[in-house]
Every structure is written in structure tokens, then in C-alpha cells.
């Protein structure tokens, strides 16, 4: 499943939607292999939501719904881990709003 979503980005982006799909490939691969498991597992989490969206599994609303879930998920989990930890959780919050529900969701 994992090379069905980066085939999925590869087609929105030669239909003409420019998105910044290695930052996404990037985004997902740094949070997997973080050395922070909780922040491991959300990455696995929007790898997940991103191949289920591009298989068709599930809408773009829905989505748009787990991922804003597992953006407060990371934001409330950043105030309990420690200094370093907080400062990836928060920059890949930030990614999330950046890349997926900025760039990525307005293009679908």
C-alpha cells in the first residue's frame, strides 16, 4: 500500500496539480522513523489515511477528518513529552497543516 499513495501523488501531479509531493514523501518517512514512538506511530497513521484515500477507501472529507484529528492528537501529546520531542511533534503539526490540509486537500 505504502508505494500506491506515492503513485497517487505522482498522478495528481502529472494531471497538472502541483503539489510539493517529496515534502510529503519526506513529511511521512521522517515521522516513521522518528525516535519518538509516539510520533512513529502517527506517521504510520497518515501513511495509513494516505492510502486509503488514494485506494478510494475513504472520501476526502473523511480524510480531512482523521487528519485534523491526528494534528490535535500530536498538539495535545506535545505538551507531555519532553523538550526535543515537543519541538518535531510541533514542527510536523505544522507540516500537516502545511502540506496535507493546505496543499494537498485543496487540489483534490
Known amino acids: 500500500m505504502a ?4 503513485d497517487w501523488l505522482d498522478e495528481l501531479i502529472a494531471a497538472g496539480k502541483k503539489i510539493a509531493r517529496d ?3 519526506d513529511l511521512v518517512s521522517s515521522a516513521k522513523q522518528d525516535s519518538n514512538e509516539f510520533l512513529r506511530r502517527q506517521g504510520r497513521k497518515l501513511e495509513r489515511y494516505l492510502g486509503q484515500l488514494a485506494a478510494g477507501e475513504i472520501t476526502v472529507d473523511e480524510f480531512k477528518t482523521l487528519v485534523r484529528q491526528l494534528r490535535t492528537l500530536i498538539e495535545e501529546e506535545a505538551e507531555e513529552m519532553s523538550t526535543r520531542a515537543a519541538v518535531r ?3 510536523l503539526t505544522e507540516d500537516i497543516t502545511r ?6 486537500l485543496r487540489r483534490l
Open 3 to 6: 508505494a500506491g499513495w506515492k
Open 23 to 25: 515534502e510529503i514523501v
Open 89 to 91: 511533534a510541533q514542527r
Open 99 to 104: 502540506l496535507i490540509l493546505g496543499q494537498l
